[in-house]
C-alpha cells in the first residue's frame, strides 16, 4: 500500500507525477485526482513539455466534459507514475485545461484501475492497493 498526504485547503486533490518524457529524462507534473474523468488527461502544455507532438497521436477522439463534446488527442506515454504506481504505454487524452488552474493534467479512473483506492479527507491521506 502507498500513502501520501494532500493540502485539505486545496480545492483539489493534487498529487506528483512523473513521466518518462520521449528524450528519456523524467519530468515532474502536478495533476488532480479527478473520480469523475474515465480516462486521464494531460494538459497541451505538459504534452509538449513530456516531448510528444501531433506526429505522436495515436488517434483523434472525442471526449464528453460537463457542457460539451471536444476533439482530444490520444497518446501513449512511455511511463508515467503517481502514488507509487507506474504504467507503460499509457493511454491519455490531450486537450488544454482553463488558464489560472494550476494543474497539468487529471489522474481519471484509468489510472487507478484494478486498484484499490482510498481517499481519506479527515487524515488528507490518498491510498493505493
Not at 63 to 69: F, L, V
Not at 98 to 127: H, M, V
Given at each position: 500500500?502507498?500513502?501520501e498526504?494532500?493540502?485539505?485547503?486545496?480545492?483539489?486533490?493534487?498529487?506528483?507525477?512523473?513521466?518518462?518524457?520521449?528524450?528519456?529524462?523524467?519530468?515532474?507534473f502536478?495533476?488532480?485526482?479527478?473520480?469523475?474523468?474515465?480516462?486521464?488527461?494531460?494538459?497541451?502544455?505538459?504534452?509538449?513539455?513530456?516531448?510528444?507532438?501531433?506526429?505522436?497521436?495515436?488517434?483523434?477522439?472525442?471526449?464528453?466534459?460537463a457542457?460539451?463534446?471536444?476533439?482530444?488527442?490520444?497518446?501513449?506515454l512511455?511511463n508515467?507514475?503517481?502514488?507509487?504506481?507506474?504504467?507503460?504505454?499509457?493511454?491519455?487524452?490531450?486537450?488544454?485545461?482553463?488558464?489560472?488552474?494550476?494543474i497539468d493534467?487529471?489522474l481519471?479512473?484509468?489510472?487507478?484501475?484494478?486498484?484499490?483506492?482510498?481517499?481519506?479527507?479527515?487524515?488528507?491521506?490518498?491510498?493505493?492497493?
Amino acid at each position: 500500500m502507498t500513502v501520501e498526504t494532500f493540502d485539505r485547503k486545496n480545492p483539489l486533490i493534487m498529487v506528483e507525477v512523473t513521466v518518462k518524457a520521449n528524450d528519456g529524462k523524467l519530468k515532474r507534473f502536478d495533476f488532480a485526482v479527478d473520480t469523475g474523468a474515465t480516462i486521464t488527461l494531460v494538459s497541451d502544455d505538459a504534452i509538449k513539455m513530456m516531448g510528444y507532438t501531433k506526429a505522436d497521436c495515436i488517434r483523434t477522439t472525442h471526449t464528453i466534459t460537463a457542457s460539451k463534446t471536444e476533439n482530444v488527442n490520444e497518446y501513449s506515454l512511455n511511463n508515467i507514475q503517481a502514488i507509487g504506481l507506474v504504467h507503460r504505454n499509457f493511454k491519455v487524452i490531450s486537450r488544454s485545461l482553463p488558464i489560472g488552474l494550476g494543474i497539468d493534467g487529471l489522474l481519471g479512473l484509468n489510472f487507478f484501475k484494478n486498484r484499490e483506492l482510498t481517499i481519506d479527507f479527515k487524515l488528507s491521506e490518498i491510498r493505493l492497493n
